[in-house]
């Protein structure tokens, strides 16, 4: 019988390479969402993401999947590990973690693990418009400062808000459609050049 979860912490994808090992930001992400898995009751893990959109490679294992294996070897039991494997982004990691994991398992409290180079400005900006109004969540953030990041992180809020800001928070169904229709990781009819088109 499945454990009834109050809280779960969702570790958003910080990438994977082409043997299936995650990195070092990747890591400290699993590190950190095991770490505030042992400080709430009744909680799971919500490992994100398959692989980016952007890869020229496949790997065996989807990024979530190989972060699942970290945090077991870290001890955390694997009945309260999930795996989120369709997303290709952090829009996705999210959308997907929602209608997949949150929504059938009756979650509505949540922590998010960002990584090094996402900006917490995007993170909250898309956790609000893909969680809405029904969900409480705060977002736990890496002591690791990625300066460099910080022009790609705007120009990404900036796409996203150009997509996402007519869409009512927690409208599932208009942005399961936006993906579908704009997004080269979810259409594959789209080239990356249309991302560029946007900003």
Same mark, same amino acid.
């Given at each position: +019988?499945? #454990?009834?979860?109050?809280h779960a912490i969702i570790i958003l994808g910080c990438g994977i390479d082409a043997h299936g090992d995650i990195g070092?930001?990747?890591? *400290?992400? =699993?590190?950190?969402? @095991? ?14 993401? *398959?692989?980016? $959109? ?12 190989? +972060? ?5 070897? &870290?001890? @955390?039991?694997?009945? /309260? =590990? ?8 952090? #829009? ?6 929602? /209608?997949? #994991? #949150? ?10 693990? %960002? ?6 400005? %995007?993170?909250?900006? &898309? ?11 705060? &977002? ?9 990041? /910080? ?7 900036? %796409? ?15 942005? $399961? ?8 990781? $979810?259409?594959s009819s789209l080239s990356l050049d249309s991302l560029q088109e946007l900003i």
């Open positions: +019988m499945r #454990l009834a979860y109050t070092p930001d990747a890591k *400290n992400s =699993v590190r950190l969402g @095991v770490d505030a898995f042992s400080k709430f009751g009744s909680s799971c893990i919500i490992m994100t993401g *398959n692989i980016s $959109y952007k890869a020229t490679f496949k790997p065996s294992i989807s990024e979530a999947q190989s +972060m699942k294996e970290y945090a077991l070897s &870290l001890g @955390v039991p694997a009945d /309260q =590990v999930f795996v989120e494997a369709e997303s290709k982004d952090t #829009l996705g990691n999210l959308f997907f973690t929602k /209608q997949n #994991l #949150l929504l059938p398992l009756h979650i509505t409290n949540v922590a998010i693990v %960002r990584g090094p180079n996402q900006s917490s400005e %995007r993170i909250h900006y &898309l956790a609000n418009k893909v969680l809405g109004g029904g969900y409480k969540y705060q &977002l736990i953030e890496p002591e690791i400062k990625r300066p460099s990041e /910080q022009e790609r992180e705007q120009k990404s809020l900036a %796409r996203a808000k150009k997509w996402l800001d007519g869409i009512v928070d927690g409208d599932m169904d208009a942005i $399961y459609r936006l993906m579908r229709n704009k997004h080269p990781g $979810y259409n």
